[in-house]
């Protein structure tokens, strides 16, 4: 947009490199370039002003494929002006003589022109296509209809517009439609999800399988050695039994001929002290045996005095004496019987 301020009944104009301006004067152009800057008088100038830089335009239409489904485009279209005078002559480009802004709507006139003409380009693919190939292959297939039916058309060359480029950003169908496309692939993926649930089950199922059969065997070999340790266990209890038995048995027999030798010791020793007794008496007998009388009456009277207590008043008379001799005697003989058992 040119800038314009007044000064005494003159205006001045200031513009961008990018905007072409012509100045009319008398229905001629005086003045014509890009970014230029000077005075005019409004009520015998005319000032037109065309933007010479890329401009985007975007567009969105719907159109029928062959097989009868709606379907929407959507994308871009940049083009510029290379030739202002010749769309100048075509479109009105006026600037306000006050305001600097254009007196009519140039650019929506040009935005109309390219939609409409891209939509013409379109329209004869998508009506020629199946929905399925649009939404596989129109978006460049559409992009490349466009921008080659846009540099070809005669209305813009003589216009002085030059197409940039062209993007088609999206090719879709309706909600229903898409849904409806969507189901097969849908279906299939939730298939394979499927499959690959059930496979996931199936395999965790023979794992667990293995695992509880190996629990199994685990529990079976655990058995098999509890039972061979029982049967140790018991093994070398019967074992140490029968070596307690073994060891009392030999105990008992030893202590039997423990005491057998010792009942054999002692009787031997018994029989050998009666034997030396019996041989003392026997050798004892047999001195006496060979000793006068007088001697055996004093050994006797000894014997028996050592029998005696004590006397302190002795009386004796024939009838006392004949007796205590007797007594004596006998006394003498018994005493020596004892000492011979001594």
Same mark, same amino acid.
């Given at each position: 947009?040119?800038?314009? $301020?007044?000064?005494?009944?003159?205006?001045?104009?200031?513009?961008?490199?990018?905007?072409?301006?012509?100045?009319?004067?008398?229905?001629?152009?005086?003045?014509?370039?890009?970014?230029?800057? $000077?005075?005019?008088?409004?009520?015998?100038?005319?000032?037109?002003? @065309?933007?010479?830089?890329?401009?985007?335009?975007?567009?969105?239409?719907?159109?029928?494929?062959?097989? $009868?489904?709606?379907?929407?485009?959507?994308?871009?279209?940049?083009?510029? @002006?290379?030739? =202002?005078?010749?769309? &100048?002559?075509?479109?009105? $480009?006026?600037?306000?003589?006050?305001?600097?802004?254009?007196?009519?709507?140039?650019?929506?006139?040009?935005?109309?022109?390219? @939609?409409?003409? /891209?939509?013409?380009?379109?329209? &004869?693919?998508?009506?020629?296509?199946?929905?399925?190939?649009?939404?596989?292959?129109?978006?460049?297939?559409?992009?490349?209809?466009?921008?080659?039916?846009?540099?070809?058309?005669?209305?813009?060359?003589?216009?002085?517009?030059?197409?940039?480029?062209?993007?088609?950003?999206? @090719?879709?169908?309706?909600?229903?439609?898409?849904? &409806?496309?969507?189901?097969?692939?849908?279906?299939?993926?939730?298939?394979?999800?499927?499959?690959?649930?059930?496979?996931?089950?199936?395999?965790?199922?023979?794992?667990?399988?293995?695992?509880?059969?190996?629990?199994?065997?685990?529990?079976?070999?655990? /058995?098999?050695?509890?039972?061979?340790?029982?049967?140790?266990?018991?093994?070398?209890?019967?074992?140490?039994?029968?070596?307690?038995?073994?060891?009392?048995?030999?105990?008992?027999?030893?202590?039997?001929?423990?005491?057998?030798?010792?009942?054999?010791?002692?009787?031997?020793?018994?029989?050998?002290?009666?034997?030396?007794?019996?041989?003392?008496?026997?050798?004892?007998?047999?001195?006496?045996?060979?000793?006068?009388?007088?001697?055996?009456?004093?050994?006797? &009277?000894?014997? /028996?005095?050592?029998?005696?207590?004590?006397?302190?008043?002795?009386?004796?008379?024939?009838?006392?004496?004949?007796?205590?001799?007797?007594?004596?005697?006998? =006394?003498?003989?018994?005493?020596?019987?004892?000492?011979?058992?001594?």
């Amino acid at each position: 947009m040119a800038n314009i $301020f007044g000064l005494f009944g003159w205006r001045h104009l200031r513009t961008e490199p990018s905007l072409h301006v012509l100045q009319y004067r008398g229905g001629n152009i005086k003045r014509s370039g890009r970014g230029l800057s $000077f005075w005019f008088h409004p009520l015998s100038t005319t000032i037109a002003e @065309v933007p010479c830089s890329d401009r985007d335009e975007t567009f969105l239409f719907h159109a029928r494929s062959k097989d $009868f489904q709606d379907v929407t485009a959507q994308g871009c279209i940049t083009y510029r @002006v290379v030739d =202002a005078e010749r769309i &100048a002559s075509r479109i009105d $480009f006026t600037l306000d003589a006050v305001t600097g802004i254009h007196s009519k709507t140039p650019l929506d006139q040009i935005s109309q022109l390219l @939609v409409q003409s /891209a939509q013409q380009h379109a329209r &004869a693919y998508l009506a020629a296509t199946p929905v399925r190939e649009i939404l596989a292959d129109g978006v460049e297939t559409i992009r490349d209809r466009i921008r080659h039916g846009l540099q070809g058309d005669a209305k813009l060359d003589a216009l002085g517009i030059e197409i940039v480029s062209v993007r088609v950003s999206d @090719v879709s169908p309706t909600s229903e439609l898409d849904r &409806a496309l969507q189901a097969p692939t849908n279906e299939a993926i939730q298939q394979q999800a499927d499959e690959a649930v059930f496979q996931r089950r199936a395999l965790a199922v023979e794992k667990e399988r293995a695992i509880q059969e190996n629990e199994l065997q685990n529990q079976i070999e655990l /058995a098999r050695r509890r039972a061979d340790l029982i049967g140790q266990e018991g093994e070398n209890e019967r074992q140490r039994i029968e070596e307690d038995a073994q060891a009392k048995q030999i105990e008992s027999e030893a202590g039997a001929r423990r005491l057998r030798l010792e009942a054999e010791t002692r009787a031997e020793s018994i029989r050998a002290v009666e034997q030396a007794r019996v041989g003392a008496e026997r050798e004892r007998m047999a001195i006496y045996k060979e000793l006068p009388a007088h001697v055996m009456m004093g050994m006797a &009277a000894k014997k /028996a005095a050592g029998s005696l207590g004590n006397i302190e008043h002795l009386n004796i008379t024939p009838d006392l004496l004949g007796s205590a001799l007797a007594q004596l005697a006998h =006394a003498g003989a018994t005493a020596l019987g004892d000492g011979d058992e001594e």
